[in-house]
Structure formats: C-alpha cells, structure tokens
C-alpha cells in the first residue's frame, strides 16, 4: 500500500468517529475525538514518535532529531457538523506519513518533528475556534472556559473529562527553544486549483477578514396601496447594496466580499419590507486592500441609504488581520514542488493563524474536488495526497540541509 | 354627538369585540365575531332597518323604499391578526350612519338600502378571503367548507356553532331582481389621499395581481476561497432582479411591484449563497399593463440568470383580473364629493371584487395616517369620517334622483 492509499484509509477511518450516524461531526472533546485519539495516537507510535495528550487536548507526536530544535507539523482533528473527512484531518495524515518514511528508511534530521494534532479549529462545540493552536500559543484566555455547550457543559467541565486539567491550560504555551518552523497541508476548500490543473498551491498569506451586520431601516408598507415613488422598501436598497458590493470586489484582485445572510421583515408577499439584516465578509491577503475596500463598501451603503431617506447601521463584527507565510519557508516549499509551483492566498483561517505567533509558517494547500468543503462531498485524490506527501518530505530535507 | 364621532365611537366598540385581548383579531364565526354582531345588529335596528344574518354570517340590515329596487352598502367585519379598527368596520358603520340621517329625517328613498356588514373578507381563520361576499355573489363553493382552522374546526361546524346552516350556503346568494349597485367605503391602506392633503378619493378600479414565487439556484461556497470570478452567487443574482423589478415598475405609471419576501439558502456569513427565493407580487388597474410589466420582469431574470450561469425558475401562485368599478356611480360619487375629487385605483382587494359579480360598484376612500394599515397604528380623523358620512349621503340622493 502507498503512503498516500494509506492516509485515504485512515481518513475514511477518522471519518468514521462521529457523534452523528451516518455523517462526519467531531466536536472538540467529545467521545467521538476520544476514538479518533485511539488510531491517531497508535499512528503516531507506528511512525517512532513518542506521543503525548496536552491539557487543551492535542495529540502530540514527537520524532526525535540527531540535532538541536523542533520543526513543527500540523492541522486539526475536530470537524464542522456533517463535514466532509479532509479538512484538517488530511493535514495531520500526511504530516505522519511523512514522518513513517523518515523512520521507515531509520532516518533522523538534524532536528525533531513534532506533529500538532489540534484539539478544536472549527469551533463547532463553543463557537470559539482555534482552541488547541491558541493553547500552543499561549493565546488561550482562562475566559474562554467558562463558555456553555449546548448540553450545558462548561468548557473546562468538558476538558477534564477528556483527560486534560482545565487549570493547566498554561502549560500547553510552547516553552524553552522557539521552534524552527510550522507547516499545515490542508485541502484549498476552493477551486483555483483546479481551475488551473494542479495537484498543489504554495500558500502566500491566510487573508485577513472583515466581518459586519449591516441593518437597513426603511418603511414597511402594503404592497398594493403604497406608490412605488412613495417607498422606502429596505430590500431594493439592500438589493443595491449587494450588486455594489460584487461591483466593488471585482474590482480589486484577490479581494473577497460575500453578503451570505440576509433576512426581510416582515417577510410577507403582499406587504413591503420595511427592514433587512444581512452581514457582509470580506478578506484579502493584504490588510491595506481589505480596509479601503471595506471602508469603500460601507460608503456606498451610506450613500445609497442617503439618496433613498432610508438608514443604514453597520455593526463590526469581527476584524482578523492577514498572516503572512514565512518568505524562506515559502521558497522552500516553492522549491520541492518544482517549476509547477504556484502561490495563492488563503481565503480560509487555519490554525497557521495562532501559529505564526510563535514561529515562521508556510502552507501547502491540496487540490480538492469543485472547491467543495465543510460538506460531505469533500473530495481528494489519492494521486494529489502522494504528490503532498512527497513535496512535504523534500521540504523537510531542504530545511535539513540549510 | 355628531355622525361621524359615533362612528369613531362604535369603531372602539368593536374594537374591543376581540379574541385576543391588549390587540385586534375578530376572526370569522367567531365569539369575538358574536358580540360584534350584537352591537351592530342593534345599531342597524336604530337606524330603522330590519336585520338578518345569513348562513354564512353576514348581517344584512335593511332599510326600506318607496319603490321597487334595492342598493347595497356594505364592508366587513373580520380583522386580520393584531390589526387596526377601521379597515372593514368603518365601512359598514358609514354606511349605518347614511342610512340614519334618512331614518332621523323619516325619509325614504325610491329604493331600498341594503347594508351588509361581511362575515370574512381577510381569510384569517380558514385562509381563504372574500367568504362573505362570495356567498352573496353565489360564488362560494361547497369544497371550501372542508376547510380546517388552527384548532381543527372544519368551515360548516364553525357556521353551524355561529348558527349558520352549512348545507344552504347556496340561499345567501342575491336572488330576484338585480341590485341597484353596490358601494362601499374604506381606508385607503395607502398614502396617497394624505400626500394630496383630502379627505377622500374615489376609486377606478380594483388592481389585478400577479404573485408569484421565483427560485434562483446557483452554487454554496466558501466565502474565503472562491474567487470573484468563480462565483455563481445567488443572492447577487437576486439582488440584481430586485433592482429591475423596481426600475420596470417605476417606468409604469400606477404599476406596483414588491418583492416582499426573500430567503437566502444557507444563509450563513461565510457562505456564498446557493439559492434564493422570492416573491413577486406585480399588481395595476389595467390587466394589459399589468402582465407586459410581470412578462418583462420575469424576461429581465431569466436573461441575468443566462448572463451568470445560474438557474432561475417562476412558480406562479396566483393571479387576479382587475374589477373596474362602474363609471356611472363613479361619476356619481366625483359629482357627491365636489370639485376637489380625485381619482385613485385600489392596490389591496376588497369585497367590491366579488358584489361586481352581481352589480355596479363603487368604492370611496378614506384618507389614513401614514397609509398604514393591518397594524394597531392605523388611524382616521373624525373630520375625514364626517367627510365620507356627507359624501356618501349626498351620492344616494345622486342616484335616488336619477
């Protein structure tokens, strides 16, 4: 079996500890990453590494060096709700493959791997991403334990019964030696490479983002009885608002801008709606570009509202800078993929996010089918996941011979 | 106490005829329905009439002439949910009002008056409108009293506790000679009368309506990952329709179109919307008009949906000709207002659309604050009331001296 039919196996076996029959959800903590822990662990030992569960609830796979300093691996164990089975998974499978062939051919660098199997990126059980890369990084707040499932369990309720000390949260902080470096393999979730035939992308920078709720307040009214001159229906601004939006994202290369909820009210067929909410996200790689686009956005909305006697509310949600790769990682990895090598910002976070604050990191993404993720239609081919683990392994040697 | 500040008056009385106590629901047969029937069955005994209820609960007070022939007055007494008090009552109590300046003056007028003060005209409780009307315009079929409330009451056992006969719904129906025409007097539900500063319009005709229902399908994706380019978003789609729906109404005088619902699929922040739907609900006086703007407007989305790769499908829900009201009366009730009459098509349904089944009609509005309607908001002046008391006098001496 080829190192890369072996991670399509064990993603299928991972797929398979789920809270919910019949469909991939793997919450942070929960019984079903305690199953996922059991074979992940056991391949982590398998590959010579010494294996280890922090307070947060990474597993943590350590392959000694002949030399000083620690190269880090990783991605993510935890999943979204009917998920597909790469997205984070894959990353942690391909960085332990590429650990087995080191220890298959009794080879050691002159400094260790650890692969990073992180307890919770999705955020899917507290509504609160990152967990385990944040722990690593010493940015995991002691509020953030107080947070409520929906069973009403407490966050550090749930640690300790997942084997970890809520109040040792500390302790997973990365200590002594800065690290040498962090790679993530992790599935595009978008179809440029695709679009553009290739097995795989070298990662330039994860986007900052912007996210607000923008309310318009206009007049409801009856859809019979209220001349059309007479209105001041919040969706047709709204409506406006959103054409503009593209219009203003197309504009600028690389920018992203989606309105991805929007709610009417009343909402009736016959009667004109007199408010709308709807949140607008936007993320570009560099943070300049998404500021003055987004500054841009909002004026056209304020702009329209003005002409139109209607108001418009906008509420910052949340702002993310953008994270910049590692240049030298960067070229590195440019360098074991070969001439093919193309660079594309990522739209998505990832865990590189908290990592970056305690090292340089670099990203390879992997071609996925339509561009499709966080769905059950997630999909990979064993031909590309061969391709990552072998560019991963040459990045690995050329950062040994530096 | 003048007529018009009994009316306003006895609209607070019925107001108070509820179901749902702190707001207005008076539905259909019901016991919010019966002690508003006590007050109106007397108040019509006072103003001289012989009183009745029919089988489906419409009480029809009679006042009778010197000779053969009977005009008909009338509204409806039903209420949406949480309504206001005048839309529906005010007509039937203007029409009381006309009818007891005769009785005071012990006058008679060559033919009867007949006010009808209808069992259901917004459909609350069984969903299906105009039941009053249509059971006097012989249009009420048997099917609809299979129909089903909330509570599991079928139509004929809620007319047979109300103290109907379900099985002679046929006999409410207007037999022998043809009435003399019909009139009726409502809230205008829009802003127009108010931006014009007068108390009253006169209505040409009731607008026919489109309504349909529009799909647009594109495709979900990651807000993060998908570039601008790669997007079949459908809420941009939409977004441009709305646009054009308003952009096509506003360049046809008198028409309305309102897209009053939208629902965005899967509607969450960092997803791009995959599918969209809509209402269209397109309505004018005149028919022709009125289907080249909806073809227009539905022509206008299925070449943007081309233009983007999308899907866009039109369900149509419902679709309702437009009710000319009679240009005799018409000029009769110009001629009963004066100088200052204006004319104004309806844009909401009223029980006019089924007694012209029968008659000529015609339709006085009243001026409401705001245009607002079906909301506990809804106001009328006791001065514009008095207007409509005078008006509609002084149009039944038009016609008696015919």
Redesign the interface.
């Known amino acids: 079996m080829t190192p890369a039919a072996t991670v399509m196996e064990r993603c299928d076996i991972l797929a398979a500890c789920t809270e919910e029959p019949g469909r991939i959800t793997r919450p942070f903590a929960s019984e079903a990453m305690r199953r996922a822990h059991v074979y992940v662990h056991e391949w982590m030992r398998r590959a010579g590494m010494t294996v280890e569960r922090d307070n947060i609830g990474n597993l943590r796979g350590r392959y000694e060096g002949t030399g000083a300093g620690t190269f880090l691996l990783g991605s993510h164990l935890d999943s979204v709700r009917d998920a597909g089975r790469y997205d984070g998974p894959l990353g942690v499978l391909v960085a332990i493959a590429a650990v087995q062939q080191l220890h298959d051919a009794d080879r050691h660098l002159p400094f260790a791997l650890e692969v990073l199997a992180f307890a919770d990126e999705e955020g899917l059980r507290y509504g609160s991403t990152y967990l385990g890369s944040r722990a690593v990084a010493g940015k995991l707040g002691e509020d953030e334990l107080q947070r409520i499932d929906d069973a009403g369990l407490s966050m550090a309720q749930a640690i300790r019964e997942f084997g970890g000390d809520p109040g040792r949260i500390a302790d997973d902080r990365w200590t002594g030696e800065p690290p040498l470096g962090y790679i993530e393999v992790h599935i595009?979730?978008?179809?440029?490479l695709e679009?553009l035939g290739l097995p795989v992308g070298v990662v330039t920078a994860i986007?900052g983002?912007d996210?607000m709720r923008i309310t318009v307040s206009g007049e409801a009214?009856?859809?019979?009885?209220?001349?059309?001159?007479?209105r001041r229906?919040a969706?047709?601004l709204?409506?406006?608002?959103?054409?503009a939006v593209?219009q203003e994202?197309?504009r600028r290369p690389?920018?992203?801008?989606?309105?991805?909820?929007?709610q009417?009210e009343p909402?009736?067929?016959?009667?004109?709606?007199g408010r709308v909410e709807l949140?607008l996200?936007v993320?570009h790689a560099d943070d300049q570009v998404r500021l003055e686009a987004a500054r841009r956005m909002i004026d056209d909305a304020h702009a329209l509202a003005e002409g139109r006697g209607l108001t418009v509310e906008v509420h910052p949600?949340s702002e993310r800078a953008a994270v910049a790769c590692s240049p030298r990682l960067t070229s590195m990895l440019r360098q074991a993929i070969g001439e093919s090598a193309v660079q594309l910002a990522?739209?998505?976070?990832h865990d590189g996010v908290y990592m970056a604050e305690i090292t340089d990191i670099a990203m390879l993404f992997v071609r996925c089918k339509g561009?499709?993720?966080?769905n059950p239609a997630e999909s990979v081919s064993t031909q590309d996941v061969g391709v990552a683990i072998d560019v991963l392994g040459r990045f690995l040697e050329l950062i040994a011979k530096q």
Chains 1, 2 share one sequence.
């Open positions: 595009e979730q978008g179809p440029v679009s986007a983002q996210r009214g009856h859809a019979g009885t209220v001349p059309m001159e007479q229906d969706l047709v709204a409506a406006m608002f959103v054409v593209e994202a197309r690389g920018l992203v801008a989606t309105v991805g909820r929007l009417v909402g009736a067929s016959n009667v004109i709606p949140t996200d993320r949600m990522s739209g998505a976070g561009g499709v993720s966080h």
